[in-house]
């Protein structure tokens, strides 16, 4: 045997593999293809059947359109609906009651009664695995006067109530009655418009749609996969082939490549996730507001999303934009960039010539993180502060900013659609560590607000905690990102701004449809 | 050869203690907090101080170690903090993956690595030589991440050949037995599922298997050139028998004990070192559960799997001194 006959041999190994793969393999998606199916690209975690032990935004998107959840934000209508409750109101500030719709049922025909959400609430509160634990803190009774109307105590009054309950996912106490913590896996039923048909933890989800439901529409895909891929370059390779439908966020350097191909396109969408640059004045010299104000102003925040951010990012005036609840356009004060400026504030602060400062940078979490850093050290160092950039893992840099131990770091909030609990915990005194700002007047303004249940003067109390947490500047606050979807185009698909794939927003095209 | 064996079973339990002691008090040592990092974002300090509580976070490092080390000893590595699933039952569902592709590797490796050193040797400075060593050279140097990168972007984005990630396409393949996607095919006489496994198995065992081709390549040339310079050589070539006969017959014989030993080494590494490959091409195996476990300080699930790549070190390399007996009998493992 000579080098020119085993050498081939070898290597058609792989060719056999390679081609029987692609010559079976194309009548088995042939197969597959029967039913229309889209899948989509996702980058988070699918840690668990059980829909109470994650706690991750994709998991509760799953869940809410395949499960269904006491209420849910509409962007459309900048307000709350319910699958399942006619209406609802506050008989006191510490009660919430819920009339359900009649005739209510699940998916197998199985009635949905007020039982199954105080189960569901019981679970989000005590199942051992349970991560939602937090968005039932507040209840402390419960309590089923009909099968048509729950009644909702707190220990205190909570008017943004309807955003926590909005994540608490409705599930049967007659199955986990029945099979005990098996029901999530064996009978995950719901009311939703889509029925979970298979979880491979850490791997994909696949569901089907429900036929006869009545959000589903013919134009939707019979059956949605979401597959883990959490290499952006897989992702967009993925899609350009035809592997996938559907790719979450493609980072600026792939978006042309995206753009540039003639079977797929970009779609963006304003996410509710607000960046900001945190200063704690538990420390040196973040102390002196006219330190962190320096920081607003000697950054160039439209620079920064016109470079390095490619466009993709919507400056923020304020802690939040446009969409989110109680957004006031006009909020004052507004940080423009001025060098010069900065510069004056540092002198009033007592640095005439700068001050040495440690400034976290996460890596690899938030688009274009470093890189954005890294453009934000000179920019800083120009108006007189001496900056030691710092670059330490995810894991490490949390940690130290949940210990109140990080003075000065970029970071991200997301899912902030009320912004009543985002701003609680990082701004009001001894709710968390993360930034250990203290100031009366906002501690007032949100201890009201969420006492306030005329939405009029809560959003009026929210604004005015907004503007003192701008003038006082204990966080500079950025942009929120425009994230980038590529989208196959043989589908219509528009994310929500909280960047859920909802299988009702996914429409087949014609000819996409016509396979089925 | 019992007493061998025994000797050196008895040997690794010293090994794992240690290296369970030491990766346990490398993580704690470790900055971050696995509390901090699983429970969300909006979690009060109760349900932290809670979490803590209910993985035993809040008892000293030692008490948390010997409690691992007592469930350790029945198979038992704990509850993992971010999956609430027993450790061992989450490796066990993910190793068939792992182990799968590190033997498509391996065995693509061999198939093509061997071959080429051997005629790279038989022919020392001629052109198929250079270039085998240089093809050689490239594979030992060539990082996983670029390589995969590459052929996602040509293989499967250019040409549009082979699926750029997963393991299957949904819906094809019958439901798993063994769960070797391959295997189970061909039991079941799935040939559509085993068409499908396939496409998705070639990139990342490629990937995998270069490293190793190109080693097992350039050793296998280095060991037959050595051979081959012997007396003993020359003699059965000046008793006129073919070339063939000369290196596959007598050359190749001596040097298999290097062969075995870096497919033993290679072996391990592949099953230790994948974890970039299933990263990339979202292979779902340990090594992307390792890689989970890591970034949500996992305590017991990292810990749990270093002891199962540790254990299959061990395990590779018992077998490699068992092949080394088998192919040369002057090796006496009793000894």
Same mark, same amino acid.
């Given at each position: ?17 390679a081609a029987g793969g692609l010559t079976l393999a194309t009548s088995a998606s042939a197969q597959a293809q029967q039913r229309?199916r ?10 668990? #059947?059980? *829909? ?60 949905? #009664?007020?039982? /199954? ?11 051992? !695995? ?6 039932? %803190? ?8 009909? $099968? ?79 597959? @883990? ?13 035809g $592997? ?5 966020? @493609? ?30 004045? $538990? ?49 004052? *004060? ?32 938030? @688009?274009? /993180? ?16 001496? #900056? ?13 900013? !949940? ?30 560590? %993360? ?13 009201? =607000? ?21 003038? =006082? ?42 396979t089925? | ?48 101080? /809670? ?58 490796? @061999? ?50 050949l082979l699926p750029?990630?997963?393991?299957a396409t949904f819906g094809v393949a019958e /439901? ?9 095919s061909?039991?079941?006489q799935d040939w559509v599922g085993l068409a499908d496994g396939a496409k998705f ?41 073919? =070339?063939?006969? #000369? ?30 490959? =299933? ?12 890689? !989970? ?43």
């Amino acid at each position: 045997m000579s080098a020119r006959t085993l050498t081939p041999l070898a290597t058609a190994v792989i060719g056999a593999l390679a081609a029987g793969g692609l010559t079976l393999a194309t009548s088995a998606s042939a197969q597959a293809q029967q039913r229309t199916r889209v899948t989509a690209a996702v980058t988070e975690t699918i840690a668990s #059947v059980n *829909p109470y032990a994650d706690s991750v935004s994709l998991m509760y998107a799953i869940y809410s359109q395949t499960y269904g959840s006491l209420v849910d934000w509409s962007f459309e209508k900048g307000g709350y609906i319910s699958r399942f409750a006619d209406s609802w109101s506050n008989p006191d500030k510490t009660t919430w009651v819920f009339k359900l719709k009649p005739g209510l049922k699940r998916n197998n025909g199985e009635p949905v #009664v007020a039982a /199954d959400f105080v189960h569901s609430i019981n679970r989000a509160m005590n199942d051992p !695995q349970t991560k939602q634990k937090h968005n039932v %803190r507040w209840i402390v009774a419960m309590e089923t006067p009909d $099968e048509r109307t729950l009644i909702i105590k707190t220990s205190e009054p909570v008017a943004p109530m309807l955003e926590n309950l909005s994540r608490v996912i409705v599930t049967s106490k007659a199955q986990f009655d029945k099979l005990g913590a098996a029901a999530d896996k064996d009978a995950p039923v719901g009311a939703g418009p889509y029925a979970i048909k298979q979880i491979a933890v850490d791997n994909f989800l696949a569901m089907t749609k429900v036929p006869d439901h009545p959000d589903v529409k013919p134009e939707n895909p019979d059956e949605i996969i979401f597959r @883990i891929m959490k290499e952006p370059e897989s992702r967009v390779t993925a899609l350009l082939n035809g $592997e996938i439908q559907i790719a979450q966020f @493609i980072p600026p350097q792939l978006v042309p490549r995206v753009q540039g191909s003639s079977v797929a396109s970009i779609v963006w969408e304003d996410a509710v996730e607000l960046m900001f640059l945190a200063m704690s004045p $538990e420390h040196k010299p973040w102390d002196k507001k006219e330190v962190r104000q320096a920081v607003a102003y000697a950054i160039d925040r439209d620079a920064l999303i016109k470079v390095l951010l490619a466009g993709q990012g919507t400056r923020l005036d304020g802690p939040i934009g446009p969409g989110q609840f109680a957004y006031d356009k006009d909020l004052q *004060p507004r940080y423009t960039y001025n060098p010069a400026k900065a510069r004056e504030l540092l002198k009033q602060a007592g640095y005439p010539n700068g001050v040495e400062i440690d400034f976290y940078a996460t890596v690899g979490r938030y @688009i274009a /993180d470093k890189q954005i850093c890294e453009a934000i050290v000179p920019m800083l160092e120009a108006v007189g502060f001496k #900056v030691n950039l710092k670059t330490p893992e995810w894991g490490t840099m949390w940690a130290n900013v !949940q210990k109140g131990g990080t003075p000065f770091y970029y970071m991200g909030r997301g899912s902030v659609i009320d912004p009543s609990a985002a701003l609680s915990q990082y701004f009001e005194t001894g709710q968390s560590p %993360r930034i250990k700002f203290s100031n009366k007047e906002v501690d007032a303004a949100l201890r009201a =607000e969420r006492e306030e249940f005329d939405e009029g003067k809560r959003i009026a109390l929210m604004r005015r905690a907004m503007s003192v947490i701008t003038e =006082e500047a204990p966080a500079h606050f950025m942009w929120r990102h425009k994230m980038a979807t590529g989208v196959a185009n043989n589908v219509v698909f528009k994310p929500q701004p909280t960047m859920d794939i909802n299988g009702i927003d996914i429409m087949m095209k014609p000819r996409a449809r016509a396979t089925k | 050869m019992l007493s061998y064996f025994i000797r050196r079973v008895v040997g690794t339990v010293p090994v794992i203690f240690m290296i369970s002691l030491f990766v346990f008090l490398l993580l704690h040592a470790a900055p971050g907090d696995p509390a901090d990092l699983l429970i969300p974002d909006q979690a009060s300090a109760e349900d932290i101080a /809670d979490a803590r509580r209910r993985w035993g976070l809040d008892q000293p490092v030692l008490v948390q170690y010997w409690r691992f080390l007592v469930s350790a000893v029945s198979l038992d590595f704990g509850r993992s903090f971010k999956y609430d699933e027993p450790v061992l039952a989450l490796i066990m569902q993910r190793f068939p993956a792992t182990l799968e592709l590190a033997l498509i590797a391996t065995v693509l490796a @061999i198939m093509i690595g061997i071959p080429l050193g051997i005629f790279a040797s038989s022919r020392p400075n001629s052109w198929f030589d250079n270039a085998s060593s240089l093809g050689g050279f490239f594979g030992v140097s060539m990082p996983n991440f670029w390589m995969a990168i590459m052929l996602i972007l040509i293989v499967s984005g250019y040409f549009n050949l082979l699926p750029s990630g997963g393991r299957a396409t949904f819906g094809v393949a019958e /439901d798993p037995i063994t769960g070797f996607l391959i295997l189970d095919s061909i039991i079941q006489q799935d040939w559509v599922g085993l068409a499908d496994g396939a496409k998705f198995l070639v990139l990342p065992a490629i990937v995998l298997s270069v490293n190793m081709t190109g080693l097992l390549m350039r050793m296998t040339r280095s060991s037959m050139l050595e051979v081959l310079s012997e007396d003993y050589i020359m003699t059965a070539r000046a008793k006129g028998l073919s =070339e063939r006969v #000369v290196v596959w017959r007598h050359a190749l014989k001596n040097a298999r004990i290097m062969v075995i030993t870096v497919v033993g080494l290679e072996f391990g590494a592949l099953i230790s070192g994948s974890i970039i490959v =299933e990263s990339v091409f979202s292979w779902p195996g340990i090594g992307q559960l390792l890689l !989970q476990g890591i970034t949500a300080r996992d305590y017991p699930l990292i810990t749990g799997l270093v002891l199962v790549y540790t254990t299959l070190f061990i395990v590779v390399n018992l077998i490699v001194d068992f092949l080394y007996a088998a192919a040369d009998p002057r090796i006496r493992l009793g000894g």
